[in-house]
C-alpha cells in the first residue's frame, strides 16, 4: 500500500479549516479523555469518509493508514521527514512583517514583534498576538486542503534561502484564514499541534498497537505502512513484550533502545531484580545472577550496518550519519571508515547498541558528555580534531546477518558480541570479568579511540556486591553503575524502561552522596505552559556570592555571579510558597542593559533572566547535582549537571551562601564529581544462609501475590517496606578527569612466592605509563601476589611513586566538608621498594625511606630501630643512604635556622630546592612543581671592554639575541634571571649595588609573580645565588678585562650575607644542555 497515495486522496478532500475547528474543540475541553474521545470520534469519521470514497481496498486497516497526512499535522515531532522548520517568534514575526507588507514601526509591526509588555498578559502566547493582527489583513474563505498544508510546510523546511522561505511564506498567508494562520505558527515555532495531548495519547486513538510499533520504528511513514496490514480493532497482548513482524526491529530503521529504570539505593534494586525473578521463574533464588557495566557518560547511539554500508540514530530517532559518515569505502576521514576495519569478515549486516563518547587524543582518555566538544556534530574536519574525535562503546547486539537476536537472552548476546570483531574472540571474551571478586570496568579496545566494546561481570544479587561495584566506580569518576538480570530469558525490549531488567544508579540518585550547595535565588523566569505565558516564576536563576563580603561584614553588597538554572526538586506547594514569599520583590530584568545601574551587583553572561530580586530579600536554595562542567553562559564560568532543588533554607541569608572562590576549590579537589561519601551496606543477604535466603526470597514474593497488584511491580517505591540498613562514608575523590584505557593483566605462573597471601594495591601517577604499570601488576602475580584497585583492611600495602590527591585523600587529608574522614590505618610504600623487591626477588623490609606513610603498629617498630632522621641504630648505612640522610636533614626547621647564623658561607647547592620540596605535599595534583634551578638567583654579568681608541663596544646584535635565547632557557629551568649587567672597571663597588638594584626593580615590574617568590625566598633582601660572566669574544679582550675587573667582583660578592658562586657561563650551558643542576667546581673563574 502506498501511504502516501491513498493518504492524499483523501487528504485533499478534508479543508484544513476543519482540522483546526477540531483543534480548537480540543482545546476548549479540560480533560484528558474527554480530549481523547474527541479525537478518536474524528479519526472514525476520517476512515468511514475514506472506505466511503474507496471501498475496494484490500488492505485490512487501509483506513486507519490513510492518516498519515493527518497525523503530520497532529504529532509533528514525531515526523523524521520532515526537517526543522529553524524559525522562533523574533524571527517569524520579521517574515511575517515582511509578508503582509506591515511598516516596521506600526502599531501591528510592535506586537508582533512584542515590544509592549503588555502583549504577554492580555494575550496567552505569540499565535494568540499574531491572530489579533492577521484577522483583518486575510482572507475569510477557507480555499486549502489538509494535503496542501503539508505541501506548503514541506516547501518552507526545504527553503535553501531566506527569499525562498519568505516567498513559501507569503503565499501560504495569502491563502488562509486568521484561525489558520493561528494553529500554523503554533506548529512552525513548537513543532507541536498545540492540542493539549502528547504523541502517545494520539497514537492510542489512531491505533491500540500504534505505540508500541513506534518504539521500534521512530517514524510515523513506516508506523502508519505496518499499521495498514493489521485489523483496526487489533490490541496486542503485552504489546511492549510482543516481539512479533509487527514491532521488531529491522534493519535501517531506527527504533527507541532499551532503558534502564532508575534505583535509588542497592536494596530497593535487589529487591526489584528478585521480585521480577520470581515473576518470571519460581526456582531456586540463589541462582539469580546480576550482570554489572559502566554507566558511560555519553550518547546513546544505535549502529545499523550492512556491508560497508553505516547508519546512526540517537535514542529519539533523529539521524546523525552525516556526521560519522554513511560510506566506510569513501568517506575515509569519519568514523565509519575506522569502524569498518574493527569488524570481523564474516559479519555483513548487524545492529549495535552503544554510547557514542569522545576521546581524547592528547591524554588518550575518554572524556564526559559536558565537555564542549559536541559529539552529535563531529567530523574530522572539525578544527577540534588535533585533540578530540568520536569513539563508539558497544554493549548490545540486536541483529547479525540477517538474525533477530532480541529474544536472545543477554549473556547469549555478550558471547555473540565477542565474535563480531576482527581481534581474536577468545581474547575479547576474556573482555567479560566473570572472575568473582573482579573490578575492572574500563572498555576493552578493538581499535584504540575509535571502537570498545564495554566490559561486564557477573555477581550474585547482593546489596554488597552493588555497593562494592557502585563505589568503585563513583571512586574512579564514572558516570554510575548498570545492572541487568543475567538469567535467562532476558530479552531486549525496546522502548521499555519499566520492568524490563535492566536498572541503573548513581551519586546522585542516593541520598546523601552529595556535597550540598547553598546558593541564592537572583532571578526566576516565567512558566510557558503549552499555548499559555503564566505570570509566575517556576524556574529560578542562582548564583553564588563574590569575596568581596563576609559573613561579618555588611558594608556593601557584594557581586554575585551566576551559577545554574533550577527547578526540579520542588513540589507545587514550595513553588507557591516561594513564588508567595518573593512575588511582591521582583523586579522586570532589563536584558539589553546587563550588569549596570541597579543590577551592577549581578554579573551575568548569556544567561539572563526574565526578572531579578535584590540579595537581601532573597532565599538560599540547597542544590545537588551530577557534577560541576564548564559554562560560559554563566558568569561564575561553572554550572551543575541535572541540578535538583534539595532544601529551601530559611535559616540562612545571602551572606551565607557559597562563595566563588568555594565553588572554584569544591571543583578542584572533587574535579567536578560531587560524589564525596561512599556507599556502604551494613545488613544484606549475603550474611544470611542459604536456606534463610531462600526463605526470605520465598516470602517476598508470596507477599507480592498476595497483594492486589495484577502484573507484577510498577515502581521501585511499591516493593516493599523492609529496607536494609545503609551507611554512607565520608571521604574526599581521587584526581581523575576522565575514564583512562587499561589493559587486563594477563596470567601468569607463580614460579616465586615471595609475595604469597599479601594484597597489594598500586596507586601510581599519570607519570607512570600504563605499559610499566601493567608489567608491575605482572610481576606482583608472578611472585604470588594479588593485585587490587582498592584498599581494603586486608591490603598488604599501597604502592605510589608520588603523594597524588588520591594518596592524601587516602591518608586522611583535610577537605572541604565540614566532616572528616575515619582513620584508616594504611601503609603507603615507595615505588622504588616494589622495584627493588623485583629485582632480588625477595620481600625486603620497610626502612623509613620506603614509607609515605605507615600504620601505628610500622610506626612502633620503626621507632625502635631507628632514630628521626631515618639512620638505623643497628645497620650500617651506606655512603648514599648516608647523603640521603643528610638531604633529609637540611630540611628541618631548626637546621635552616641554624644556618640562617651562620655567615660567609657559600650559598649550599640544595638550599632553596629542598626549602620549596617541603611545599610539594601542598599541591594538591600530580604535576612536578619542582624544576632542575628551582630557588637560583641569577645575576647575568657582561663585560664592557676599552679597546685601544677607549671607545666602549657592546655585544653584537646576534650574540645579544644568543644571550637573550640563554635567558629564555633560565626561567624554563626554574631559575630567576636579573640583568645582564654592563661593567667595566670604572665601576665601583658601591655602584655595583645600585646598578643591582635598579636592575632588581626592573625585574619586578617585568615579572611581579616570580618577584614575589623571589621575596619570599630571599628574606626581601637581594642575596644572588650565582654572578655569571657573560664571555664575549675576543678571549684576549675578556680576559684583560677579568685580570682589571676581578677584585672589584671578589668585594662585592663578599659583600652579601651568602658568598654567590662567581661562574662562566659555560656553566649555564652545561645546565641548559643536560636539562638540570651541574656542578659548578668546573666552571668557578679563578684568577692565574
Not at 638594584?997 to 628574606?1019: E, P, T
Request: neutral net charge; hydrophobic residues 35%; glycine residues 4%.
Amino acid at each position: 500500500m502506498d501511504i502516501v497515495v491513498e493518504s492524499s486522496r483523501i487528504a485533499e478532500k478534508v479543508s484544513f479549516t476543519t482540522y483546526c475547528r477540531l483543534l480548537e474543540k480540543l482545546v476548549s475541553n479540560d480533560t484528558v479523555k474527554a480530549r481523547e474521545k474527541i479525537l478518536s470520534k474524528f479519526l472514525t469519521l476520517w476512515e468511514n469518509q475514506y472506505f466511503t470514497l474507496y471501498p475496494k481496498c484490500q488492505y485490512p486497516s487501509s483506513g486507519r493508514a490513510s492518516l498519515y497526512l493527518l497525523l503530520r499535522l497532529l504529532v509533528p515531532s514525531y515526523d523524521r521527514l520532515r526537517k526543522a522548520f529553524g524559525l522562533r517568534e523574533h524571527t517569524l514575526s520579521r517574515l511575517i512583517i515582511k509578508a503582509i507588507g506591515l511598516a516596521p514601526n506600526s502599531l501591528a509591526a510592535r506586537k508582533l514583534s512584542r515590544i509592549q509588555p503588555y502583549i504577554i498578559r492580555r494575550h496567552s502566547d505569540f499565535a494568540d498576538v499574531a491572530y489579533t493582527v492577521l484577522k483583518t489583513r486575510c482572507r475569510e474563505d477557507n480555499i486549502l486542503s489538509v494535503k496542501d498544508i503539508n505541501s506548503h510546510l514541506d516547501n518552507l523546511t526545504s527553503a535553501e534561502s531566506s527569499d525562498v522561505r519568505l516567498q513559501v511564506l507569503r503565499s501560504l498567508l495569502h491563502s488562509t484564514t486568521a484561525l489558520e494562520q493561528k494553529w500554523i505558527i503554533r506548529l512552525i515555532i513548537k513543532r507541536d499541534s498545540g492540542c493539549g495531548l502528547n504523541g502517545r495519547s494520539i497514537l492510542k486513538c489512531f491505533h491500540p498497537a500504534a505505540f508500541s510499533i513506534f518504539e521500534v520504528t521512530q517514524d510515523l511513514f513506516p508506523l502508519c505502512e505496518r499499521i495498514a496490514n493489521i485489523p483496526a480493532t487489533y490490541v496486542p497482548t503485552e504489546c511492549s513484550k510482543d516481539l512479533t513482524n509487527l514491532n521488531s526491529v529491522t534493519l535501517f530503521v531506527p527504533f527507541r533502545p532499551m532503558l534502564c529504570e532508575r534505583a535509588n539505593s542497592a536494596d530497593t534494586l535487589i529487591n526489584a531484580a528478585l521480585h521480577m525473578y520470581g515473576k518470571q521463574n519460581q526456582g531456586n533464588a540463589m541462582s539469580l545472577n546480576l550482570l554489572f557495566e559502566t554507566k558511560f557518560d555519553g550518547e546513546r547511539v544505535q549502529l545499523h550496518k550492512s556491508n560497508g554500508f553505516y547508519r546512526y540514530w540517537s535514542r529519539n530517532g533523529l539521524e546523525w550519519t552525516a556526521s560519522y559518515g554513511a560510506d566506510a569505502t569513501r568517506d575515509f576521514d569519519r568514523l565509519s571508515a575506522r569502524l569498518h576495519c574493527g569488524f570481523a569478515q564474516h559479519v555483513n549486516d548487524c545492529i549495535l547498541d552503544g554510547e557514542m563518547m569522545i576521546f581524547n587524543n592528547w591524554s588518550k582518555t575518554l572524556m564526559s558528555k559536558p565537555t564542549k566538544f559536541d559529539v552529535k556534530r563531529s567530523s574530522y574536519q572539525n578544527s577540534n580534531i588535533d585533540n578530540y574525535q568520536p569513539c563508539f562503546i558497544v554493549f548490545d547486539i540486536l541483529y547479525l546477518n540477517a538474525q533477530l537476536l532480541t529474544s536472545t537472552s543477554l549473556l547469549e548476546r555478550k558471547k555473540l558480541l565477542s565474535e563480531v570483531f576482527s581481534l581474536n574472540s577468545s581474547l575479547l571474551a576474556d573482555a567479560c570479568m566473570d572472575t568473582y571478586g573482579t573490578l575492572d570496568f574500563y572498555p576493552t579496545p578493538i581499535i584504540n579511540g575509535v571502537l570498545y566494546v564495554s566490559k561486564w561481570y557477573t555477581a550474585p544479587a547482593r546489596q554488597n556486591e552493588v555497593a562494592r561495584a557502585f563505589n568503585h566506580l563513583v571512586d574512579n569518576h564514572q558516570e554510575g553503575l548498570i545492572v541487568k538480570i543475567a538469567n535467562s530469558p532476558s530479552p531486549y525490549l525496546p522502548g521499555i524502561r519499566t520492568d524490563g531488567g535492566w536498572w541503573k544508579i548513581k551519586p546522585d540518585y542516593i541520598q546523601g552522596l552529595l556535597e550540598d550547595l547553598d546558593c541564592l535565588i537572583v532571578g526566576g523566569y516565567f512558566h510557558h505552559c503549552g499555548n499559555k505565558i503564566i505570570t509566575k516564576v517556576n524556574h529560578f536563576l542562582c548564583a553564588v556570592r563574590g569575596d568581596g563580603s563576609t559573613a561579618e561584614e555588611n558594608v556593601n553588597l557584594p557581586r554575585f555571579y551566576t551559577f545554574c538554572k533550577v527547578k526540579s526538586g520542588l513540589t507545587i506547594k514550595q513553588l507557591k510558597e516561594i513564588n508567595n514569599l518573593l512575588g511582591k520583590h521582583w523586579k522586570m530584568y532589563d536584558r539589553k542593559h546587563p550588569n549596570s545601574d541597579s543590577t551592577e551587583w549581578l554579573c551575568v553572561n548569556s544567561e539572563r533572566p526574565d526578572v531579578w530580586i535584590p540579595p537581601e530579600s532573597s532565599l538560599v536554595l540547597q542544590l545537588h547535582g551530577a557534577e560541576l562542567t564548564q559554562s560560559d553562559s554563566y558568569s561564575s564560568g561553572l554550572t551543575l549537571r541535572f541540578p535538583r532543588v534539595v532544601a529551601i533554607r530559611h535559616d540562612k541569608c545571602w551572606r551565607d551562601s557559597m562563595s566563588l572562590s568555594e565553588l572554584i576549590q569544591l571543583n578542584t579537589e572533587t574535579e567536578g564529581k560531587l560524589a564525596t561519601k561512599r556507599l556502604s551496606v551494613v545488613q544484606t543477604f549475603s550474611g544470611l544462609t542459604e536456606g534463610q535466603h531462600q526463605e526470605s526470597f520465598t516470602s517476598m514474593i508470596n507477599a507480592a501475590d498476595n497483594s492486589n497488584q495484577s502484573s507484577g511491580y510498577h515502581t521501585l517505591n511499591e516493593i516493599t517496606e523492609q529496607q536494609t540498613t545503609v551507611q554512607f562514608i565520608e571521604v574526599d575523590k581521587p584526581l581523575a578527569t576522565s575514564s583512562p584505557i587499561k589493559r587486563r593483566v594477563d596470567s601468569c605462573d607463580k614460579h616465586s612466592n615471595f609475595f604469597k597471601n599479601h594484597e597489594i594495591c598500586l596507586w601510581l601517577s599519570n607519570d607512570i605509563e600504563l605499559d610499566k604499570k601493567l608489567e608491575y601488576e605482572s610481576s606482583i602475580c608472578n611472585y604470588g601476589g594479588i593485585v587490587v584497585q582498592n584498599p581494603s583492611h586486608s591490603t598488604f600495602c599501597i604502592v605510589a611513586d608520588k603523594l597524588t590527591l588520591k594518596v592524601k585523600n587516602l591518608l586522611n587529608y583535610p577537605s572541604t566538608s565540614k566532616k572528616r574522614p575515619p582513620s584508616i590505618d594504611y601503609n603507603v610504600v615507595r615505588l622504588h621498594w616494589l622495584v627493588a623487591c623485583i629485582n632480588k626477588k625477595s620481600l625486603l623490609a620497610w626502612k623509613p625511606k620506603d614509607m609515605f606513610s605507615m600504620s601505628s603498629s610500622v610506626a612502633a617498630r620503626m621507632a625502635l630501630e631507628y632514630d628521626k632522621f631515618g639512620d638505623s641504630y643497628s645497620e650500617f648505612t651506606t655512603p648514599d643512604e648516608l647523603k640521603l640522610i643528610f638531604d633529609d636533614i637540611s630540611c628541618f626547621p631548626s637546621v635552616t635556622n641554624e644556618m640562617k647564623d651562620t655567615s660567609k658561607l657559600t650559598v649550599p647547592i640544595l638550599s632553596h630546592y629542598s626549602k620549596l620540596k617541603l611545599l610539594l605535599d601542598e599541591f594538591p595534583n600530580d604535576m612536578e612543581v619542582l624544576h632542575p634551578l628551582t630557588g637560583y638567583i641569577l645575576v647575568l654579568i657582561r663585560p664592557l671592554f676599552n679597546l685601544q681608541n677607549k671607545t666602549k663596544m657592546t655585544a653584537s646584535a646576534s650574540l645579544e639575541l644568543q644571550q637573550q635565547l640563554m635567558t629564555i632557557d633560565l626561567h624554563r629551568l626554574g631559575s630567576m634571571c636579573i640583568g645582564p649587567i654592563g661593567i667595566d672597571k670604572s665601576v665601583s663597588v658601591s655602584n655595583l649595588r645600585s646598578i643591582l638594584n635598579s636592575a632588581y626593580h626592573n625585574f619586578l615590574s617585568i615579572d611581579s609573580h616570580n618577584a614575589d617568590c623571589m621575596r619570599s625566598l630571599s628574606n626581601n633582601c637581594i642575596n644572588p645565588t650565582h654572578i655569571i660572566l657573560l664571555s664575549t669574544p675576543p678571549e684576549t679582550e675578556f680576559n684583560i678585562w677579568l685580570s682589571e675587573n676581578y677584585s672589584i667582583l671578589n668585594s662585592w660578592i663578599h659583600q652579601f650575607t651568602r658568598i654567590p658562586h662567581l661562574v662562566k657561563d659555560s656553566w649555564l650551558t652545561e645546565c641548559i644542555n643536560q636539562n638540570s643542576w651541574c656542578p659548578e667546581l668546573n666552571h668557578l673563574v679563578q684568577m692565574n
